[in-house]
């Protein structure tokens, strides 16, 4: 199955709280900071949320 790596590029102050807490549930707290997480309808629809402070990158395996 595919997965994603996901970067916060930049800062979650200033934005809407739902927004913030989508990026706590993904566990990101600085930026710079990636995790990564299986690419699903869920973790889509997170990334579609906050498109504008990440990056993501489809890492294969």
Request: aromatic share 4%.
């Amino acid at each position: 199955m595919k997965k994603l790596k996901i970067t916060l590029m930049r800062s979650p102050y200033g934005w809407k709280p739902d927004q913030r807490a989508t990026l706590k549930g993904f566990g990101l707290k600085k930026i710079g900071q990636s995790v990564i997480r299986e690419d699903n309808l869920s973790v889509r629809g997170m990334i579609n949320k906050v498109k504008h402070l990440i990056k993501v990158e489809e890492i294969n395996g």
